[in-house]
Each structure stands twice: as structure tokens, then as C-alpha cells.
């Protein structure tokens, strides 16, 4: 299946996190953008300290969200829809503030959709979410994680 087709059909399911394992980042970066391109969709890459940037465009850098903790309360506080690349963070996921930002997004109201892609090489997450998110191995096929 197409990647793009791919992450659609998350996007369409009630997950609103993604672990996407990936040795190839740039790789995975380079489809977010072609589908931020092609279909106008908002798609936003976190990057330590600088905070999250809108994709395909010369977007500045939303205010606060240089921090891992002030993206994921952008992201919660939110009413648009948004697709958020967070990569290098799996050392950060077993911060319990870390965790309770994920959970008010994983479990926040239905009319808030958005998709949290949190991106590494193994992106373990925090046990109670696992049932809130999809897993996605690039090159392979998106999974369940519990």
C-alpha cells in the first residue's frame, strides 16, 4: 500500500498517536511532506528548541513549543486538525508529564482530531497509552500496539 494511503487511513481511525519506528527519518520526513504537498494537510515537525514548523511552506516556528512539553500542549490545546512529527523523543517518553500531555491528546474530545507521530528507531511507549496508539514500522505495515 501506498505510504500516503497509509497514514490516511490512521488519520481516519479514532488513533491520535503514532509510534512510528524508523532507522531512516529523513526517509519517513520525506512522505510526511510529499502528503503535506499533495493533499494540503497540516503537517507539523517538531524540532528541540526551535518547536514546531508547519511542513511544506516557509512556516515560522509556533511560539512555546521549543520544549517537548510546550509542543504536546499546543497539540492538546488545539482545535485544528493537524498531523505532529515529534522525532528523537523516546527518552523523554518515560517522563510522567510527558505521558499525561500524550493521554489528554489520546483522550481528548472527538472533535479535536489531530495525529501525534512520535518518531525514533524504537519508539517505546508509556503502557497506558499503548492501547490509544497504532504502531508503524517504516517500510512496514501500521500495527496495533497492544
Given amino acids: 500500500m501506498d505510504p500516503i494511503q497509509t497514514i490516511e487511513q490512521i488519520i481516519e481511525s479514532r488513533f491520535r498517536i503514532a509510534a512510528l519506528a524508523t532507522r531512516r527519518p529523513e526517509r519517513a520526513l520525506g512522505v510526511f511532506e510529499r502528503m503535506a504537498r499533495f493533499t494540503g494537510r497540516a503537517v507539523y515537525l517538531w524540532e528541540r528548541g526551535t518547536g514546531l514548523r508547519r511542513l511544506a511552506g516557509a512556516y515560522e516556528p509556533i511560539p512555546g513549543t521549543g520544549t517537548l512539553r510546550g509542543a504536546l500542549d499546543y497539540v492538546a490545546s488545539t482545535v485544528h486538525f493537524g ?41 517505546a511507549l508509556p503502557r497506558r497509552l499503548v492501547p490509544f496508539a497504532v504502531r508503524i514500522v517504516h517500510g512496514g505495515r501500521a500495527q496495533r500496539t497492544g
Avoid at 517518553?93 to 501525534?116: M, N
Fill in 83 to 123: 498531523i505532529y512529527l515529534l522525532p528523537g523523543v523516546r527518552a523523554e517518553l518515560g517522563d510522567p508529564r510527558i505521558e499525561e500531555r500524550l493521554w489528554r491528546i489520546a483522550r481528548g474530545p472527538e472533535r479535536a482530531r489531530r495525529l501525534v507521530v512520535l518518531m525514533d528507531e524504537d519508539p
